[in-house]
C-alpha cells in the first residue's frame, strides 16, 4: 500500500470509532505501531485534528471533513453484490433507501469503477418474505429504533399461540426467515419471534429505555456465553 494511501486509511478508521488505539490500527493496515505512531504524528503535523495519545487511543476532532469518496473497484463492486443480496430481504422503505443510496454512490464512481461495480457477477434471485412480513418488519424495525413496545398475537412453531408485550432489540435474517430479537415482559426474558408467525401487531405509544440485563448488548453477551459454554462440554 503507498503511503498516501495508508495515511487516508488512517483517518478513515481513525473518524469511523469512538476511540482507536495503536495496536487496533496496526492490525487494520498491517503496519508496525510505530509506523501508526509515525503516520499520526505527521497528520497532526498537517493539521489533522487528530486527539489522543499513545497507550491511551485516538479520536478524530469535531468540524473535520474528508472530499468525497474514491472507491475502488473492488469496493464498488462489494457494494452492488450487497445491495443486489439484501434488496429483495429487505422492507420496502429500507430497500428505497439502499437503492438511492447506491444511486448516489455510482454517480461519483470513475467510468472504469462504475463499469466495474455494474459487471460483477453476483445475482440473488427476486425470492424473499412476503409482502405481509416486510411490511411487518419495517414497522418492527421502526419500533427497535423508536424505542416504543409491542404487543402482538404470536404462533410457535408448536402451533401454540400467545399474546407478549416486548422490547424489540433488533431484527435478524436467517438466510430464509426474519426474526425479532426482544425482552419478553411475559416471560421476563430473551426471546426470538419469527416475524412470518406474528399477527395482529401493534407499536404502542409505551417508550423503553436500555436497563442492565435486557439490552441487545447483553443479548449478545449471553449468546457468546452459551457458544463457549457449547463449544467447552463438546471439547471435555
Known sequence: MR?????????????GRRLSTAEYLAQRLEVSMRTVYRDIADLQAQSVPIEGEAGVGYRMGAGFDLPPLMFTHGEAQAM????????PRLDAALALQAQ???SKVRAVLSAPARAAADSVPVYAPP??????????LERLRLAAESRRKVHFRY?????????RTVRPL?????????????????????????????????VLEQHFRDEPGKTLADLFRLAEAEMQARDAATDA
Open 100 to 102: 438511492s443510496a447506491l
Open 127 to 136: 425470492v424473499g418474505p412476503d409482502e405481509a412480513t416486510l411490511a411487518r
Open 80 to 87: 452492488v453484490a450487497s445491495l443486489r443480496i439484501a434488496k
Open 155 to 163: 404462533v410457535d412453531l408448536k402451533d401454540q399461540p400467545s399474546e
Open 3 to 15: 503511503r498516501a494511501d495508508r495515511l487516508f486509511e488512517l483517518v478513515q478508521l481513525i473518524r
Open 170 to 202: 433488533g431484527c435478524f435474517y436467517w438466510g430464509a426467515v426474519w426474526t425479532l430479537a426482544a425482552w419478553c415482559e411475559a416471560r421476563e426474558g430473551f426471546r426470538n419471534f419469527r416475524v412470518d408467525h406474528i399477527d395482529a401487531l401493534n
